[in-house]
């Protein structure tokens, strides 16, 4: 298995621009969720999904789209980019129920830069 | 709300001696806590978790933790730290209506040889 992969790993974009970030897991998770990382703020919800066709927003949703058609894909899109959107990006995904439930499997994660 | 507290930015220890990295967390009900480690440019790995039982708790690459429930605390240990064990750890707990983690801050492992 692949787990948990992500595409691009670095990306610059200029304020305005928009972009999709991809997230792809080969584990047949019911549970995705996309994650960004901050110096000395840990890592944030961004949105989340229980299955397909069901998104959630999490602690820091704006300025971020999602979607999920399939099992496998919990795209990441950014429609307007602005600086403060300058970040790294970690999917992650896991079983929705039962042992295994508990531990998320994360990505190698997006480097993002907004000029 | 439910959270978790890495008091420590940084914990700096020499190989060869017991490491601990603290974490303390505020929840409703019995909590489901975990720790994470990411090495740099990595994502983040599982190492361990605590969902009930035993409050001392074996994971990965012979680290432990122990839940202390009057303390509210779950910290992380190590008897014989590592030079590889240098990684950057994370706390979280798991909201159990949402299936959402929640991570705390993060704290900075250096062990030097």
């Known amino acids: 298995n692949a787990g948990v992969t992500q595409t691009p790993k670095f990306q610059v974009l200029k304020t305005g621009q928009s972009m999709t970030l991809q997230c792809a897991q080969d584990m047949n998770h019911e549970y995705m969720s996309w994650y960004r990382q901050d110096p000395g703020m840990g890592l944030r919800l961004i949105h989340y999904s229980v299955g397909a066709g069901i998104t959630d927003q999490g602690e820091v949703p704006n300025g971020y789209n999602v979607s999920r058609s399939t099992t496998e894909d919990f795209p990441l899109r950014l429609l307007s980019a602005a600086p403060s959107q300058t970040s790294v990006y970690f999917c992650?995904?896991?079983?929705?129920?039962?042992?295994?439930?508990?531990?998320?499997?994360f990505g190698p994660g997006t480097r993002l830069l907004v000029l | 709300a439910q959270s978790v507290a890495q008091p420590e930015d940084q914990v700096n220890v020499a190989e060869g001696n017991p490491l601990t990295v603290k974490c303390t967390y505020s929840v409703s009900g019995n909590p489901y806590l975990f720790w994470y480690v990411q090495y740099p440019n990595r994502g983040l790995q599982f190492l361990l978790k605590y969902i009930t039982g035993d409050n001392l708790v074996k994971g990965s690459y012979g680290f432990e933790a122990e839940f202390n429930k009057s303390q509210t605390s779950f910290h992380l240990k190590k008897p014989s730290a590592l030079v590889s064990d240098s990684a950057l750890y994370f706390c979280?707990?798991?909201?159990?209506?949402?299936?959402?983690?929640?991570f705390g801050t993060g704290t900075r492992l250096q062990v030097f040889p």
């Open positions: 979280a707990v798991r909201d159990k209506n949402t299936d959402k983690l929640i």
């Open positions: 992650a995904s896991s079983y929705p129920t039962g042992e295994g439930q508990e531990t998320q499997y």
